[in-house]
């Protein structure tokens, strides 16, 4: 072939594959089926928009086409882990230690969501399922499949990692949210808020707020036990994330940022308000498996040591950690793997263990203004992948009721977050009701919930994050 | 809408592409090419895309009217005249009004409330070529174009149209009118076009990051080194930024036909700031030259007021904010001294303490460009300087450092010409098969990194948008 034309071929061969490979993505990009929600992300991903005149004038139309394409995207999982192992060589992690920081942009554009497992049972005419009944095929099928469901409905604020700046959607549950209190949302921002700390194949969350960030919660803590007077006893039991107990010294510059903040929440809170000593318990089981090395959230064994600490400030003897039967599920990547893509944490990776209460209860969920239940359970032991820790009470619900054959004459009202739901199930153990409610979604009033079922203890348990974030206290204030 | 972003690297440009080529005719091409620019530009800007049709037309009959008059110098001046005060007047409206206000309000002590109007996305860029053309017609020095289509399309070409470069009419007059298709342009322009998008993508974006962890943080927070580092990073984040956009404007008008002029040449390569200024964003400093510099009366009269005109201009046209007057005043006063003598003195050094004097400059006139507080500007000079009482360094800048060291060696090169020199020399070594699948091959790579890392992340800002 003379000179000149194999040049033009082989010109015409580089245009035809260039353009060809955009073309082909495009086409599998339209040709292949797209998801809604994203269960690794926990998020759901955007929708193709609808079309009106008003979203393209606001330049939201073609941004949401921007949004459905990039949450779409083909191979888009695979691409994400591979831009991690990309990250990942990009420099030497020094000491072994890779920070992730945050991007705040990033996260006010994000829509996350808890994962919310719904149990497969939602017609209201079935009855009660017992916690330990054989899940049915259809559970089996789900679990086979995703296993998880996240409901559109539900509130979309990531106030879990303490952003105060989310962008809280027009949803049911968040309407009733009062004013921000300038005091803390608006002046004093908070400091690393969402750094994630790779070290030893542990990925650890860095809580960074002044104390003064406190005041509204215990505020408001204090006005529930002012209010609901001696014959309700109102514990409070705060939940360390772990920032104090798995990091270097030289990183922490000596800040203890969680004992710190939980003591001078201790101090804020009044005397009648009972504390629960759980920094101290955990802190002492520190080398135990207590928090997942890839998941924000702590394990059924770090809840179950908490569970030994409100044992004691709550007068009963907590059982023995043999006597629950274990459970596990394998193979859990959570968040702070989905969100740094850390090679580091794929490989340790995490195991889901629960550990089940031996006797049977009654558990039903309730929907924000219907006052049927609908059957739940205690463990959603088909939860599986990345939602795995939906494992405990099946995800966040505005309300649940656990019915527990104890017979201590006891019920107990949980104010909670996610990392509640490991730590609920070990009150079946002495508690003939427990009252869960979900201090993100419950739309209700706690005061007519305690009146209507004679609930003589209310317990407040929030993780750091939960704690020291604006958002908490202007929920607990309008709920009440 | 962007270049880095899947849309258009999956739907737009190739839609656009086999559209344009499937049509021989060079109007139904050009209509093409007019038509998708505007979709391209409403999908960012579904309102002020008619601002943009508007400005458009408006200094086409300009264009028109100047050329009619030509030899009645008053009445072709009244065009030029009623080019200049709209586009001033737009950017005045939409780029300034708020500065203005707030400016006003400081100096008065009155309180004026500001306007609050979103900068339109290219406003800045667009504004200046059409009065750019209008002053070339006026002075004869390139014809009217006859057809509003034709005018539209250098107008509004999404290649350069929202972040540049600012192309002169008479560059491209001929080729709006006669191009032909190459298939070497053509190759050329993926080239380029797959390089710009890595620069943005993996240089820039990620240097934007790091840049922000450091600098977006209170002064009180971070360490000398890390302010230095943070700096250093939005260096890196600017140049690979917008020399990224203008590589892959350039590799999208190869493609369609177009060859603009370069825009940056090396800059991080000077041996001073008047070298500098050479080799940065070439076609504003030019502009700033053609258009302002020389008919206040250049060199020849009023040097040093002219100098210190066109520089305060220069930073201000970079936005609405006083950092940008006293960054343009910066360089405006640095190029005085150097003209003064400085540069005669510099030339006897050694190459290296040319490099690392213009490179200090260069860094520290990031810092003022980059807080538009003016508060935070000095604490961060007085960090940098080491004035401050912040430790030396900590943690989180070793850390950042260590875990970005092979990344920021790849990016220091790619701020010099060594890379693309080896990859000639590669290419053009051993014998002709080599280059046919080495060139295609590296593209492809570049644009599936690029979209890894497009899909990976979604922080994905350009920010040169501010312009």
């Known amino acids: 072939m003379p000179a000149d034309i194999a040049v033009k071929f082989s010109q015409r061969t580089h245009i035809l594959v260039f353009v060809g490979t955009l073309i082909t993505g495009g086409l599998l990009f339209l040709l292949t089926p797209k998801e809604s929600i994203s269960t690794d992300e926990k998020r759901s991903l955007a929708h193709f928009p609808v079309w009106s005149w008003q979203a393209v004038a606001k330049g939201e139309y073609f941004k949401s086409i921007d949004e459905y394409v990039s949450d779409n995207f083909i191979f888009r999982?695979?691409?994400?882990?591979?831009?991690?192992?990309?990250?990942?060589?990009?420099?030497?992690?020094?000491?072994?230690?890779?920070?992730?920081?945050?991007?705040?942009?990033?996260?006010s554009k994000s829509r996350p969501?808890?994962?919310?497992?719904?149990?497969?049972?939602?017609?209201?005419?079935?009855?009660?399922?017992?916690?330990?009944?054989?899940?049915?095929?259809?559970?089996?099928?789900?679990?086979?499949?995703?296993?998880?469901?996240?409901?559109?409905?539900?509130?979309?604020?990531?106030?879990?990692?303490?952003?105060?700046?989310?962008?809280?959607?027009?949803?049911?549950?968040?309407?009733?949210?009062?004013?921000?209190?300038?005091?803390?949302?608006?002046?004093e921002p908070y400091q690393n808020i969402e750094s994630i700390?790779?070290?030893?194949?542990?990925?650890?969350?860095?809580?960074?707020?002044?104390?003064?960030?406190?005041?509204?919660?215990?505020?408001?803590?204090?006005?529930?036990?002012?209010?609901?007077?001696?014959?309700?006893?109102?514990?409070?039991?705060?939940?360390?994330?772990g920032s104090d107990f798995y990091l270097p010294q030289r990183l922490k510059r000596g800040n203890e940022t969680e004992s710190r903040l939980i003591q001078h929440m201790f101090g804020l809170l009044g005397s009648e308000v009972i504390k629960v000593r759980t920094y101290e318990k955990l802190a002492e089981r520190k080398a135990e498996y207590i928090y997942f090395n890839t998941d924000h959230h702590w394990t059924g064994l770090g809840a179950y040591y908490a569970y030994q600490a409100f044992a004691e400030a709550?007068?009963?003897?907590?059982?023995?950690?043999?006597?629950?039967?274990?459970?596990?599920?394998?193979?859990?990547?959570?968040?702070?793997?989905?969100?740094?893509?850390?090679?580091?944490?794929?490989?340790?990776?995490?195991?889901?263990?629960?550990?089940?209460?031996?006797?049977?209860?009654?558990?039903?969920?309730?929907?924000?203004?219907?006052?049927?239940?609908?059957?739940?359970?205690?463990?959603?032991?088909?939860?599986?992948?990345?939602?795995?820790?939906?494992?405990?009470?099946?995800?966040?619900?505005?309300l649940m009721q656990v019915i527990s054959p104890v017979g201590s004459g006891r019920k107990i009202l949980v104010i909670k977050d996610s990392y509640g739901n490991a730590f609920v199930p070990y009150l079946a153990g002495h508690y003939d009701e427990v009252y869960v409610v979900d201090y993100r979604y419950y739309n209700g009033s706690i005061r007519s919930l305690i009146k209507k079922y004679e609930i003589g203890e209310v317990l407040f348990a929030h993780n750091s994050y939960v704690m020291v974030a604006p958002y908490t206290a202007q929920r607990a204030r309008s709920f009440f | 809408m962007v270049f880095a972003n899947l849309t258009f690297l999956f739907f737009f440009l190739p839609a656009v592409l086999c559209i344009y080529y499937a049509f021989p005719s060079r109007q139904v091409r050009n209509l093409i090419l007019t038509l998708s620019s505007l979709i391209f530009y409403a999908w960012?800007?579904?309102?002020?895309?008619?601002?943009?049709?508007?400005?458009?037309?408006?200094?086409?009959?300009?264009?028109?009217?100047?050329?009619?008059?030509?030899?009645?110098?008053?009445?072709?001046?009244?065009?030029?005249?009623?080019?200049?005060?709209?586009?001033?007047?737009?950017?005045?409206?939409?780029?300034?009004?708020?500065?203005?206000?707030?400016?006003?309000?400081?100096?008065?002590?009155?309180?004026?409330?500001?306007?609050?109007?979103?900068?339109?996305?290219?406003?800045?860029?667009?504004?200046?070529?059409?009065?750019?053309?209008t002053v070339d017609v006026y002075r004869g020095e390139v014809k009217a174009q006859r057809s509003l289509l034709n005018f539209m399309l250098y107008v509004v070409c999404f290649h350069q149209l929202v972040a540049g470069p600012i192309v002169r009419y008479a560059h491209v007059a001929r080729e709006i009118e006669h191009r032909v298709f190459s298939a070497s342009d053509f190759t050329y322009g993926i080239s380029r076009f797959c390089q710009g998008l890595f620069k943005k993508v993996f240089i820039a974006n990620i240097a934007g990051e790091l840049a922000q962890n450091f600098l977006g943080k209170p002064a009180g927070e971070v360490s000398m080194l890390g302010e230095w580092f943070g700096l250093l990073m939005f260096a890196v984040q600017i140049y690979f930024d917008f020399s990224g956009y203008s590589d892959m404007a350039i590799g999208l008008g190869r493609m369609f036909g177009f060859h603009y002029h370069e825009n940056f040449n090396y800059p991080y390569m000077s041996r001073s700031i008047t070298d500098f200024w050479r080799r940065w964003h070439i076609s504003l400093g030019s502009f700033f030259r053609d258009y302002v510099y020389i008919p206040l009366g250049g060199n020849r009269k009023n040097a040093t007021r002219n100098i210190i005109i066109v520089w305060s201009l220069t930073g201000l046209w970079h936005g609405a904010s006083w950092n940008f007057v006293i960054w343009g005043l910066y360089f405006g006063i640095i190029l005085l001294i150097e003209k003064g003598g400085l540069l005669r003195i510099l030339s006897k050094m050694p190459i290296a303490v040319q490099h690392t004097y213009a490179l200090l400059l260069i860094i520290i006139g990031w810092d003022v460009f980059f807080f538009t507080d003016t508060g935070r500007l000095w604490d961060s000079l007085v960090v940098l300087t080491g004035f401050s009482s912040q430790p030396f360094y900590d943690f989180e800048v070793i850390s950042a450092a260590s875990s970005n060291i092979v990344w920021f060696t790849l990016a220091t090169l790619s701020a010099t010409p060594l890379p693309l020199r080896i990859y000639e020399k590669v290419c053009e070594c051993?014998?002709?098969?080599?280059?046919?699948?080495?060139?295609?091959?590296?593209?492809?790579?570049?644009?599936?990194?690029?979209?890894?890392?497009?899909?990976?992340?979604?922080?994905?800002?350009?920010?040169?948008?501010r312009f």
């Open chain 2, 44 to 133: 960012g800007e579904p309102i002020w895309v008619c601002l943009l049709i508007f400005s458009a037309i408006w200094d086409y009959f300009n264009g028109l009217w100047i050329a009619r008059f030509i030899n009645r110098p008053k009445l072709a001046k009244l065009g030029l005249l009623s080019s200049l005060s709209v586009n001033l007047g737009l950017l005045a409206t939409f780029k300034y009004a708020d500065f203005i206000v707030s400016t006003v309000n400081v100096l008065t002590g009155l309180d004026f409330r500001a306007p609050g109007i979103l900068l339109p996305i290219g406003i800045s860029f667009y504004t200046f070529q059409t009065i750019s053309y």
């Open chain 1, 314 to 398: 709550a007068q009963f003897s907590a059982m023995p950690l043999p006597s629950f039967e274990k459970g596990s599920i394998r193979n859990f990547l959570g968040t702070l793997y989905q969100r740094t893509m850390s090679p580091a944490l794929k490989k340790t990776g995490d195991t889901v263990d629960y550990y089940k209460v031996p006797f049977s209860t009654k558990v039903k969920y309730f929907q924000n203004g219907k006052s049927d239940g609908v059957p739940g359970l205690l463990y959603a032991e088909f939860a599986r992948g990345g939602a795995a820790y939906g494992v405990f009470l099946g995800g966040d619900y505005p």
């Open chain 1, 77 to 107: 999982y695979s691409l994400t882990e591979i831009s991690g192992y990309l990250r990942s060589y990009r420099g030497i992690a020094h000491e072994g230690i890779e920070v992730f920081s945050g991007n705040p942009k990033e996260a």
């Open chain 1, 197 to 241: 700390i790779v070290y030893q194949g542990r990925a650890v969350q860095m809580v960074g707020a002044p104390n003064s960030s406190l005041q509204a919660l215990s505020k408001v803590i204090n006005t529930y036990q002012q209010e609901l007077g001696a014959k309700v006893r109102v514990y409070f039991m705060p939940i360390p994330i």
């Open chain 2, 430 to 465: 051993g014998k002709f098969g080599i280059k046919q699948w080495i060139i295609p091959t590296t593209n492809l790579s570049l644009l599936a990194v690029s979209t890894t890392l497009l899909v990976g992340k979604t922080y994905n800002p350009f920010i040169y948008f």
């Open chain 1, 113 to 187: 969501q808890e994962p919310t497992i719904v149990p497969p049972v939602v017609t209201s005419d079935r009855p009660v399922l017992n916690q330990e009944t054989t899940p049915s095929p259809q559970m089996n099928r789900l679990a086979e499949h995703d296993g998880v469901v996240s409901p559109k409905a539900s509130p979309t604020v990531s106030e879990e990692r303490g952003i105060a700046t989310t962008d809280v959607p027009n949803t049911a549950a968040t309407s009733s949210m009062s004013a921000p209190d300038p005091k803390v949302s608006e002046t």
